[in-house]
């Protein structure tokens, strides 16, 4: 408690980590698309937890927190090793967590009100952050390769490696703010957004595994990737960002019903 209250006061001043999960741009595309689908208790409730913070303006907040060894516990929740051909419930437990674990203990911390705002305010921003990892296919890639860190490529003839092609390098070279590009995402009526926030967590993670399987049959290691690459994925991108954020929503939602 009292090393997430003083988190909160002084995560300013805490320097961020070298390697962003999603860019910092796509985790506020994800917050600003749930930002626009929460209902009106549910604002209402996370505009008083965040002190009227928007949610794309904490999205980054797990991230940032790694540069303190303070939060190391926390690492194993950005991601889930999941072997070709094999689904969550297959895998033999991390001691450490993962992504999943992590989800999980998020919402409970958040929904039970007998929690300090503090913790509340902490597991929330995780919430936030981890929900997005999770539409980033390589959090849900293969161990041996580091769910693709080990892959290298080049991107514009830069080193690089399939991990950072997806958290960041397409993101960011696109060149727009996360207000921009939350923007161009289709406009869906209730149908299509109910059917992009159906099913499980599970569910959710066998859908990036699928995903995150096909892309490792996409590059060869060393393979110079530029603008065929982006043009290829990049509805791929934008179509899990989306999810996300309506995900996001989704789960907010049934946390402050």
Same mark, same amino acid.
């Given at each position: 408690m009292k090393k997430i209250l003083l *988190? @909160? !006061? *002084? #995560?300013?001043? @805490?320097? !961020?980590? +070298?390697?962003?999960?999603?860019s910092k741009t796509g985790h506020r595309v994800i917050g600003e698309i749930a930002q626009e689908e929460l209902s009106g208790k549910a604002r209402r409730a996370i505009d008083k937890l965040l002190g009227g913070k928007s949610i794309a303006s904490i999205s980054n907040f797990a991230d940032e927190i790694k540069a303190d060894r303070r939060f190391k516990e926390f690492s194993a929740w950005h991601y889930v090793n999941i072997p070709a051909g094999k689904v969550y419930n297959d895998i033999e437990p991390n001691k450490y967590g993962d992504l999943v674990v992590g989800i999980r203990k998020c919402i409970a911390m958040v929904e039970n009100e007998k929690n300090t705002k503090a913790d509340r305010v902490f597991y929330l921003k995780m919430l936030v952050h981890l929900i997005g990892d999770l539409h980033q296919p390589m959090h849900v890639g293969r161990v041996e390769? $580091?769910?693709? +860190?080990?892959i290298q490529v080049q991107w514009f003839g830069r080193g690089s490696n399939l991990h950072k092609v997806w958290d960041? +390098?397409?993101?960011?070279?696109?060149? !727009?703010?996360?207000?921009? !590009?939350? +923007? #161009?995402?289709?406009?869906?009526? $209730?149908?299509?957004?109910?059917?992009?926030?159906k099913g499980t967590l599970l569910d959710w993670v066998e859908e990036s595994h699928k995903i995150a399987d096909t892309l490792y049959d996409s590059v060869e290691v060393g393979e110079k990737l530029a603008y065929r690459y982006s043009y290829t994925w990049w509805g791929t991108v934008e179509s899990q960002l989306h999810k996300g954020g309506l995900r996001l929503a989704q789960v907010l939602n049934d946390l402050f019903k």
């Open positions: *988190l @909160i !006061l *002084l #995560t300013s001043q @805490i320097s !961020l980590g +070298n390697s962003p999960f999603w390769d $580091k769910g693709g +860190n080990d960041s +390098n397409m993101i960011d070279d696109y060149g !727009l703010s996360f207000s921009e !590009l939350a +923007n #161009t995402l289709p406009k869906l009526d $209730k149908k299509g957004i109910r059917n992009i926030q």
